[in-house]
């Protein structure tokens, strides 16, 4: 029986560039050629370019995360690590798409070169079967016997391409390459996006890092390596092409590389065409599968398909499970046989998959700033944005049957994810975090957060004043506008509020639903019942949630009021003294609010300002009659944060954090505040 094991470290520097090499040297040069020929003439040459070039900021990204984690899966290894559940699922599925669509993709290529030059009356099913089954033998004996194969194809494709680039060079005519952009310019990002599968080797260096020696020198320096070699090649290569023959001649044939050897140097260059592309299409064949085999791998092993995925061989110790499901996906698909859409399926897998990996180096670098990574990139943030937006941009260009295909095959991802009730729980989760995020960048790009407070008396004084810092006190380590409502059904109150504040103030009972309505609550941010009465205050927020604003706060003592409240989502504090700084907490930052609002009241984190004149003023904090239970956690000073202790003078203008029971805060606030 096949059990679990780890892998055998085995592939040096050398070994991994063939990795990368031969998954990228596989349709860029040897089929889609004639694809770029009808769509956009020689302006391809600039395509591939650009193409390679933005393909570098991925690329670094790839090296960054590569070398900190070196385990088996690449890019959804990645994410699984560093973002939530279900989008990491879903990279892992787009990669699998990619990369399985792509294997079918270069089975197919060379099926119609085996059919067009050595077998006329031959199935290309037959042969894709015939080829998926042997490349199947070799990856289930591991990676470095089949790179025993790949490196002798990838050597020998290498000395032709270079070959036929270098010799061809001397036959380019110039005026083969005008006008430059005969089509116009419109079609050139919808060809970079069906070209991005030319440049995607360099991620399956990542997929077998757990069979790389050295990972965290040998993984950067080979995708750099695969990346740049590559550019060169496609670059030269096609401009040869282009140069050599009419693009329009290249347009119709199905195997251009063979075309323009053969117009090149007769049937000596027929023939190393052949070679070339059967060595290209078989080496990337093999890498592709293996690849695919280890992120499903990946994905068994992290419980989103079954573990039966996650075991490897007790011999050879691979994947061999993924392995055959893989190869018997790769025989199906290649029975399409159409080489356009299949690259360009695998592109959507691609693209969406390498772009959310970029965003993985964001969310690394904030949720385990501590990680040590041998390979840093440049210009962080920037290089990993970029990364992102240069794969996502090209998802729309894509032919519409591909987009059409791809949201399918994402639908059926997302079913396969929802089986699990453990991952429809991190939907859930997923949808509450974006709603977060969501809201903070509201609140980020608007001048202010939109309170309604429902209560003008007293509690609503405190909580107005200390949002609008009338008073001295206000949030640690923030100082915020807010825009304020005022419901109140006392008249005089009305009329003292809107002198005081001079915000909107509505008149009338804010249980009333009809009333609350007229406050435009879908435009609200936080609603706060700070009545006198709890009665009063539970029924306005269980009104104010009913109406749908996001965050509603009542203040309440009776347990029984609190269990209900908290039912609905409600949040509930016991002292209107320091709402307004849980306010900001749970709206700005959720995730540490505790740390500023203990137990709903119990005890808070907040500061004030020490006055100009204030007694404690010059005298060191030992002498102060502090409260027992409260604590000076720091003091600010000059934007420096002080650590305090028993000698450390008291200063005018000084922040002191206090935290400790509301009472013992209040006490502290009138000692710090009280005049000489």
């Known amino acids: 029986m096949a059990e679990s094991a780890g892998f055998k470290r085995d592939i040096g520097l050398f070994m991994a560039v063939m990795i990368g090499i031969g998954a990228m040297m596989g349709p860029g040069i040897f089929a889609l050629p004639t694809e770029v020929a009808g769509s956009i003439g020689p302006l391809g040459i600039f395509a591939y370019l650009a193409m390679g070039l933005l393909t570098a900021f991925t690329a670094l990204s790839y090296s960054e995360l590569g070398a900190a984690i070196p385990i088996a899966g690449g890019g959804y290894s990645f994410t699984s690590r560093t973002l939530p559940g279900p989008i990491a699922f879903l990279t892992g599925w787009f990669f699998w798409i990619g990369n399985t669509l792509a294997c079918a993709l270069y089975a197919v290529i060379f099926a119609l070169t085996i059919k067009s030059y050595f077998w006329p009356e031959a199935s290309v099913f037959l042969i894709t079967l015939v080829t998926t089954v042997f490349f199947a033998a070799t990856n289930l004996r591991g990676q470095a016997e089949a790179l025993k194969f790949i490196t002798v194809m990838n050597i020998i494709e290498l000395v032709i391409l270079i070959g036929v680039g270098v010799l061809g060079a001397f036959y380019v005519e110039p005026e083969r390459l005008e006008p430059l952009a005969p089509m116009g310019y419109g079609p050139l990002l919808p060809t970079m996006g069906l070209i991005y599968i030319s440049y995607v080797g360099f991620d399956l260096i990542t997929v077998a890092a757990e069979e790389i020696i050295e990972p965290a020198k040998n993984i950067p320096r080979a995708i750099m390596i695969t990346l740049f070699t590559g550019i060169a090649i496609y670059v030269l290569v096609l401009w040869v092409m282009m140069g050599v023959v009419d693009y329009t001649e290249l347009a119709e044939t199905s195997t251009p590389f063979i075309y323009v050897a053969e117009f090149l140097f007769g049937p000596w260059g027929q023939w190393a065409g052949i070679f070339a592309t059967i060595m290209a299409s ?139 009730e453990e991952n429809r729980q991190e939907i859930r989760d997923l949808r509450d975090y974006v709603k977060d995020q969501i809201q903070r960048l509201r609140h980020k790009w608007r001048f202010g957060m939109r309170v309604l407070i429902i209560g003008g008396g007293e509690q609503g004084f405190n909580i107005a004043d200390r949002l609008l810092s009338h008073d001295e006190f206000r949030m640690v380590f923030r100082s915020s506008a807010y825009q304020i409502t005022f419901v109140e059904q006392d008249s005089d109150r009305c009329d003292e509020l809107q002198k005081r504040y001079n915000v909107p103030v509505f008149q009338g009972d804010g249980t009333q639903q009809s009333l609350l309505e007229q406050t435009e609550p879908h435009d609200l941010d936080v609603a706060i019942a700070a009545t006198e009465s709890e009665e009063t205050n539970a029924l306005a927020a269980l009104q104010a949630k009913r109406l749908g604003i996001p965050r509603v706060v009542a203040i309440v003592r009776s347990t029984s009021f609190i269990q209900l409240l908290e039912e609905n989502g409600i949040l509930c504090v016991s002292s209107p003294y320091a709402t307004a700084a849980m306010i900001e907490n749970h709206l700005e930052r959720p995730g540490v609010a505790e740390l500023f609002e203990i137990e709903s009241g119990i005890a808070s984190l907040i500061d004030m300002v020490v006055p100009e004149g204030a007694k404690v003023a010059g005298q060191e904090i030992k002498d102060i009659d502090v409260p027992a239970q409260c604590v000076v956690a720091a003091v600010i000073r000059d934007g420096k944060f002080v650590v305090p202790r028993g000698g450390t003078v008291v200063k005018a203008s000084d922040h002191v954090v206090f935290v400790g029971p509301q009472d013992d805060i209040q006490a502290a606030h009138k000692i710090f505040s009280a005049k000489a």
């Not at 075991?311 to 110790?317: E, G, Q, S």
């Not at 904030?366 to 944005?385: A, D, E, G, Q």
């Open 282 to 420: 078989l080496s990337a064949f093999s890498v592709t599968l293996g690849a695919s085999a280890r992120v499903l791998f990946a994905l068994g092993r992290d419980g989103h398909f079954p573990e039966h995925f996650s075991r490897l061989h007790k011999k050879y110790n691979t994947p061999h499970i993924s392995l055959f499901l893989c190869a018997a996906l790769v025989i199906v698909l290649s029975a399409l046989g159409v080489v356009r859409f299949l690259a360009s399926v695998s592109s959507f897998g691609f693209l969406i998959a390498i772009g959310i990996v970029n965003v993985s180096v964001i969310a690394l670098h904030r949720k385990m700033p501590n990680l040590r990574r041998p390979f840093k990139i440049l210009f962080y943030p920037v290089t990993p944005i970029v990364g992102a937006l240069s794969c996502w941009i090209f998802v729309p260009t894509l032919e519409p049957r591909s987009l059409a295909l791809g949201l399918g095959l994402t639908l059926v991802g997302v079913a396969v994810y929802l089986r699990n």
